[in-house]
């Protein structure tokens, strides 16, 4: 059994998606309805992964309450970080197997 995602995953995931959203672009503005529908989750539960990854400086938000999502070159880092750590994760259990 695998443990639920922690807050920080919830918010890399965030960001990842953000980071799909706008093909990359820095400071491009996305509704956070758009990020729910591409994370498959009602825009009410990213309550607490966007303030994370705000708080953490990986993104800046526009509106209140929240309606847009601006991914910050930190969010881009991190969302880059968990990605190889992801694969070297997945490599050494290959490895054990």
């Not at 959203?21 to 591409?38: I, K, L």
């Not at 509106?63 to 969302?79: E, I, K, N, R």
């Amino acid at each position: 059994m695998t443990d639920a995602p922690t807050l920080e995953t919830s918010a890399l995931h965030l960001c990842k998606a953000l980071h799909i959203e706008t093909d990359g672009r820095p400071s491009w503005p996305v509704a956070v309805d758009t990020v729910a529908d591409r994370l498959k989750k009602p825009a009410g539960e990213l309550h607490d992964a966007i303030y994370y990854a705000k708080m953490n400086g990986w993104l800046g938000t526009g509106g209140v309450p929240v309606h847009s999502l601006v991914l910050t070159s930190a969010g881009q880092a991190a969302t880059a970080r968990a990605k190889v750590a992801l694969s070297r994760s997945r490599s050494a259990e290959r490895g054990a197997a």
